[in-house]
């Protein structure tokens, strides 16, 4: 049974699941492919990407907590013009939507990437990916400009402090 996820119009995203990883779970649509029966799933969320190339973090990146580790990668990229030049074959290939993580950092480097996420026929939604620390009037600015910037549906995924 499939699940409209959003409302009908011209990008609507269908889901014959709703089980998604978390973004990047599956890197840019290419890890674990042989080991996991991707038609079990609904839909892949690439590792975040965002308009801009981003370099790694630097300095202390692990933090030893009596829970586990602590990591902060500073979410290095080649840039969203690479990552679809690169991963668009796959994604076309994949037997499930795919799902490119934004990481939103400004209005304006949103909008020039979900102009570019719109021209890509192998993407079938767009998840922004908000920073922690966000206030709500800037996280209201990246999803309007977002979705008034594109025809794909738009999934955001907030803080986990104020989800």
């Not at 959003?6 to 998604?20: A, E, F, H, I």
């Not at 013009?81 to 668009?88: A, D, E, F, P, T």
């Not at 922690?132 to 999803?143: P, R």
């Amino acid at each position: 049974m499939a699940i409209a996820v959003t409302r009908p119009g011209k990008s609507q995203l269908v889901l014959d699941n709703p089980v998604m990883p978390a973004a990047g779970t599956f890197g840019y649509g290419n890890l674990y492919r042989d080991m996991v029966n991707m038609t079990k799933l609904g839909a892949i969320v690439t590792n975040p990407a965002t308009y801009y190339p981003r370099k790694p973090a630097k300095g202390v990146r692990t933090v030893p907590l009596a829970s586990g580790v602590l990591v902060h990668t500073g979410l290095p990229n080649p840039g969203a013009s690479k990552v679809i030049r690169r991963w668009r074959d796959t994604w076309t290939a994949l037997p499930i939507p795919t799902i490119f993580h934004l990481a939103a950092t400004n209005t304006d480097e949103v909008r020039k990437a979900v102009e570019i996420i719109d021209t890509v026929d192998a993407i079938a939604a767009v998840e922004l990916g908000l920073p922690d620390d966000i206030s709500y009037n800037e996280a209201a600015a990246l999803t309007e400009t977002a979705v008034r910037h594109t025809e794909r549906p738009v999934l955001v995924r907030l803080p986990m402090s104020d989800a």
